[in-house]
C-alpha cells in the first residue's frame, strides 16, 4: 500500500466510512466488483477463508479476501474519481497566492498578500482609486513597466461610498473646473468600451439614464442661477433655463409656487449604475497588471527618520518610504516599499494623514476631509412622475429622481449642519424621511402626497468642510504623496477626470488633458477657498463651515454692499428694511 493509499484508508477508518469485518465494505466493494473486479478477484460467498461459507460460483480453494486489502483495492479504484474531484472543489474556492491549488488555509488572511514594493501605492479602492491604477498604467503604455498596487479594507464595498451613491452626472456647477471634469467624464463614459473594455468580455452598460438634472430657485437665488447657467453656457454645457410658465408646461407633475427660475440639463446630465463603473475600473486595470490586496494603511515610515533636524524643529519635507499595510482581521502588516502615495480613501482621506510615522509638522496644512453621512430613501408612487423625470433638486435642498421604471423613486436631503448624523455607523433615521423630507417632496410633488416608503441605506460622502471642492495633486511638504480625495459628494461622476489628473502628475509631471492647479493644496495653506463649489447646499451652511473653519465667508456680488443686510458676515442680498435673513440663521456661540 503506497502512503497515499494509508493516509486514505485510515481517514476512511477513523471517520467510520469503513467498519472493520464490515458491511460498508463489503457493499461497497459487492457494486465496484460487479463492474471492474475480476471474478476470482471477488470470491466464492459461500466458502470462506478458514472452513467458513464460500461464495457461490467461485473457486473452493480460493479463500475471502480481508477488510484491508479490499479497502485498498477501493481506494486504488476511486482514486481517478476523488483526483478529479478534489481538482473541481479547488477551481471553486477563492484564488489565493501561494495556497493549496488556490484554497485558502485556516488563519490566512483572504485575498492575495501585498508586495514587499511597488511603485505607486494607491490607498483607497474605490472608483476614484481605481481610475488613478487605470490611468497610470494607461498613459504607461506598457503593461510590464511600473508596478501599481491598490490597497482596499473593504473588499466587499459593503461600506464603499462608490456603490451607496445615487449614480448621478451633471454638468450644472459654478465652478470652471467642475465643469469641464464633468465634460471630461460624461464623454469617457459616453465612450467606455473604447477605454475599458477588455478583449473576449462582454461590452460594458452602465445603464445610463438621459433624464437630466432640474435645479429650482426661489426669488432670492434667482440672479444667482441665471449667473451660473452663464457660466455653464461659456463653457459649452447645454442647459435651458425655465421660467415658472415654462416650467409647469413641461413638467406639469410640479407645483411651482415659490419657484422664480429652474435651470434644466439637456445634454450628458442622468445617472447610472455605479457598481458597474467600478468593476469596469477594476477590470480594466488588473488587465493592464495593475496588483491589489485586502489590508488597511495605518502606519508610514518617512525619510524625516533619517535626518536629525534641531531639537524642537520639523523637517521641512520628507519622502515617504514604506507604507504598513494591516492584514484584515489580524495583528500582521506588510511594509511595501514605495516610490509614489496617492491619498484616495475617500471620507477617510484626512483620517490617513493623521496614521503613526507621519512627523505632526508634515501634515500641515491640515486636511479637513472627514465622513459625513448621507441617507438615501425609496419609495413607490404610482401616480408619481413617469419618464420623463430628471433628477429633481428642490429650492429646500430636498432632491428626488426614478429608480427603474415609472412609479418607483430614490431621494434625500442633506440634514442642518447642527443636525449632522453620527458617522459611525450606516444606520438610518427613518423619523427623518417622515418629519423632514417627505413633506418637502410633497409640497413640490402633490402626487408624493400618498407615497408608500420602500427601503433606504446610508453612505458617506468624502466632505470637504473648507469649500466642497475636491483636493488634487502633490502635498506640499510630503513630497510623493499625491491625492484625490474631498469631492463632497461629486466623487463618482469626477472619477474618470480625476484619475487621469493624477496620473498625469505622476507620470508626466504636468497637467496635460484639464489644467486643475486651483484644486490643490495650495488654497488650504493660503485659506483661500473655490466659490461655486457648494453644488446645491444651502449658502447658509457653507456661512456656517466658514466662521467654523476660521475664514471669511463668500463676498458679494460686485456692486452690491454687504451692508444691506443686517448681519454683517451675510453675503445673501437682503433689502435695507429687512431685519433679518431668512436664509442666514444667528450666530452661534462657539
Known amino acids: 500500500m503506497t502512503g497515499e493509499e494509508a493516509w486514505l484508508d485510515g481517514a476512511w477508518l477513523s471517520g467510520g466510512g469503513v467498519a472493520r469485518g464490515g458491511g460498508g465494505v463489503a457493499r461497497r466493494h459487492a457494486a465496484l466488483g460487479a463492474r471492474s473486479a475480476p471474478a476470482e478477484a471477488v470470491g466464492d ?107 482596499e479594507r473593504d473588499p466587499t464595498y459593503s461600506r464603499a461610498s462608490t456603490v451607496l451613491s445615487v449614480g448621478g452626472i451633471r454638468q450644472q456647477f459654478s465652478l470652471p473646473e467642475n465643469i469641464r471634469m464633468s465634460r ?62 415654462q416650467l409647469k408646461v413641461k413638467f406639469p407633475w410640479i407645483d411651482t409656487e415659490d419657484v422664480a427660475v429652474a435651470s434644466y440639463g439637456l445634454e450628458d446630465e ?9 468593476n469596469a475600473f477594476r477590470r480594466k486595470a488588473a488587465s493592464l497588471g495593475v496588483h491589489s490586496c485586502n489590508g488597511e494603511v495605518r502606519g508610514f515610515v518617512t525619510s524625516a527618520e533619517d535626518t536629525m533636524p534641531p531639537r524642537g524643529a520639523a523637517p521641512a519635507t520628507a519622502r515617504i518610504k514604506y507604507v504598513h499595510i494591516h492584514m484584515p482581521d489580524s495583528l500582521e502588516y506588510q511594509p511595501v516599499a514605495c516610490a509614489i502615495v496617492v491619498n484616495a480613501a475617500g471620507a477617510w482621506a484626512g483620517e490617513l494623514l493623521e496614521a503613526a510615522g507621519l512627523p505632526g509638522g508634515l501634515r500641515q496644512p491640515p486636511l479637513p476631509i472627514q465622513p459625513r453621512k448621507r441617507y438615501v430613501y425609496s419609495w413607490h408612487c404610482p401616480d408619481g412622475p413617469g ?13 428626488f429622481r426614478r429608480d427603474g421604471s415609472p412609479g418607483n423613486y430614490l431621494g434625500g436631503m442633506s440634514p442642518p449642519e447642527e443636525e449632522e448624523p453620527d458617522p459611525g455607523d450606516l444606520s438610518v433615521d427613518h423619523d427623518f424621511f417622515q418629519e423632514q423630507v417627505w413633506p418637502r417632496l410633497a409640497r ?68 496635460e488633458s484639464l489644467d486643475l492647479r486651483r484644486l490643490g493644496w495650495r488654497r488650504l495653506a493660503e485659506g483661500e477657498p473655490l466659490e461655486g463649489g457648494r453644488g446645491g447646499v444651502t449658502e447658509a451652511r457653507a456661512g456656517a463651515e466658514a466662521r467654523r473653519w476660521g475664514r471669511p465667508p463668500p463676498l ?3 456692486g452690491v454692499s454687504p451692508s444691506k443686510c ?5 453675503f445673501h442680498y437682503c433689502p435695507p428694511t429687512q431685519p433679518r435673513c431668512p436664509q442666514y440663521p444667528p450666530p452661534q456661540s462657539q
Request: charged share 15%.
Open 566 to 570: 443686517p448681519q454683517a458676515q451675510c
Open 444 to 511: 413640490r410633488v402633490p402626487a408624493f402626497a400618498s407615497l408608500r416608503p420602500r427601503g433606504a441605506w446610508a453612505g458617506y460622502y468624502d466632505h470637504n468642510a473648507f469649500d466642497r471642492n475636491g483636493v488634487l495633486g502633490p502635498h506640499p511638504r510630503l513630497e510623493n504623496l499625491f491625492l484625490a480625495a474631498g469631492f463632497s459628494g461629486h466623487g463618482l461622476q469626477h472619477a474618470p477626470a480625476a484619475g487621469r489628473a493624477v496620473a498625469e502628475l505622476v507620470v508626466k509631471g504636468r497637467y
Open 184 to 245: 471630461f467624464s460624461a464623454s469617457f463614459l459616453r465612450n467606455i468600451n473604447e477605454h475599458l473594455g477588455v478583449p473576449n468580455e462582454p461590452p460594458i452598460d452602465i445603464q445610463f439614464q438621459p433624464s437630466g438634472y432640474l435645479f429650482l430657485a426661489p426669488p432670492q437665488s434667482a440672479a444667482r442661477l441665471e449667473a451660473t447657467v452663464q457660466l455653464q453656457r461659456e463653457e459649452g454645457v447645454q442647459v435651458a433655463l425655465l421660467s415658472p410658465t
Open 270 to 278: 442622468g445617472w447610472f449604475d455605479p457598481w458597474t463603473l467600478l
Open 387 to 399: 419618464f420623463s423625470c430628471p433628477l429633481l433638486v428642490d429650492t429646500t435642498g430636498a432632491y
Open 556 to 558: 458679494p456680488q460686485p
Open 45 to 151: 460467498p459461500g466458502g470462506g477463508a478458514r472452513g467458513g461459507p464460500r461464495h457461490r460460483g467461485g473457486s473452493p480453494d480460493r479463500p475471502l479476501r480481508t477488510v484491508a486489502p479490499l479497502s485498498s483495492d477501493i481506494f486504488r479504484e476511486l482514486r481517478p474519481g476523488l483526483g478529479r474531484l478534489g481538482q473541481i472543489l479547488k477551481d471553486q474556492l477563492p484564488v489565493w497566492e501561494g495556497g493549496w491549488g488556490g484554497w485558502t488555509p485556516l488563519g490566512t488572511p483572504p485575498g492575495p498578500r501585498p508586495p514587499e514594493q511597488a511603485d505607486v501605492v494607491v490607498v483607497g479602492g474605490g472608483v476614484v482609486g481605481w481610475s488613478v491604477a487605470y490611468w497610470l498604467k494607461a498613459l504607461e503604455g506598457q503593461r510590464h513597466g511600473m508596478r501599481v498596487l491598490v490597497v
